[in-house]
T-cell receptor, first 110, second 111 residues
Framework: KNEVEQSPQNLTAQEGEFITINCSYSVGISALHWLQQHPGGGIVSLFMLSSGKKKHGRLIATINIQEKHSSLHITASHPRDSAVYICALLKGGTGNQFYFGTGTSLTVIP | DAGVTQSPTHLIKTRGQHVTLRCSPISGHKSVSWYQQVLGQGPQFIFQYYEKEERGRGNFPDRFSARQFPNYSSELNVNALLLGDSALYLC??????????FGQGTRLTVV
């Protein structure tokens, strides 16, 4: 069993829809990151969470440490949001090593 | 700052050959990590280096090796290439406690 599980694996939405991507994990963490990967490979960090909730524009990320669960929400989705979204863990005590989920491929249709 | 730079961007090798991939971190970042991303999957951790020392190694065979230089740049070496080594190889640099910055990756194709 993977230490990081993401769902759904693929998601197609109409422009303007509210989108939720989920991440569950089974190990102790020092931080959880949500990453965005565009076609061609480039990855950017969207959020780093260790507790609570963060918001940046139309993106909201939440984490529940007790339940070992995090969600990434996109409000008023837009075709430019189409990308792969990856949940990545920094495991406690492992320095700066990341453990990645398999990613959620999001396509937003105009 | 140019961000994390990786070279080459694309590479085609034949089975059994050796490959060297290079990564230059963001200025001031002393930690460099390498990841392999096979098509359709999330990245898998290969190595982490901090201050020129190996700080972590993922579940990869000994054909994979890496090093970090005094200027904090890094090389990933893969010997005796297999078809299954075809992947996007990502390098990430970070400063302690802050989110990582990823390079654009090197797309390796083994034929």
């Amino acid at each position: 069993k993977n230490e990081v599980e993401q769902s759904p694996q693929n998601l197609t939405a109409q422009e303007g829809e509210f989108i939720t991507i989920n991440c569950s994990y089974s190990v102790g963490i020092s931080a959880l990151h949500w990453l965005q990967q565009h076609p061609g490979g480039g990855i950017v960090s969207l959020f780093m969470l260790s507790s609570g909730k963060k918001k940046h524009g139309r993106l909201i990320a939440t984490i529940n440490i007790q339940e070992k669960h995090s969600s990434l929400h996109i409000t008023a989705s837009h075709p430019r949001d189409s990308a792969v979204y990856i949940c990545a863990l920094l495991k406690g005590g492992t320095g700066n090593q990341f453990y990645f989920g398999t990613g959620t491929s999001l396509t937003v249709i105009p | 700052d140019a961000g994390v730079t990786q070279s080459p961007t694309h590479l085609i090798k034949t089975r059994g050959q050796h490959v060297t991939l290079r990564c230059s971190p963001i200025s001031g970042h002393k930690s460099v990590s390498w990841y392999q991303q096979v098509l359709g999957q999330g990245p898998q951790f290969i190595f982490q280096y901090y201050e020129k020392e190996e700080r972590g190694r993922g579940n990869f065979p000994d054909r994979f090796s890496a090093r970090q230089f005094p200027n904090y740049s890094s090389e990933l070496n893969v010997n005796a290439l297999l078809l299954g080594d075809s992947a996007l190889y990502l390098c990430a640099s970070s400063y302690v406690g802050l989110p990582p910055f990823f390079g654009q990756g090197t797309r390796l194709t083994v034929v």
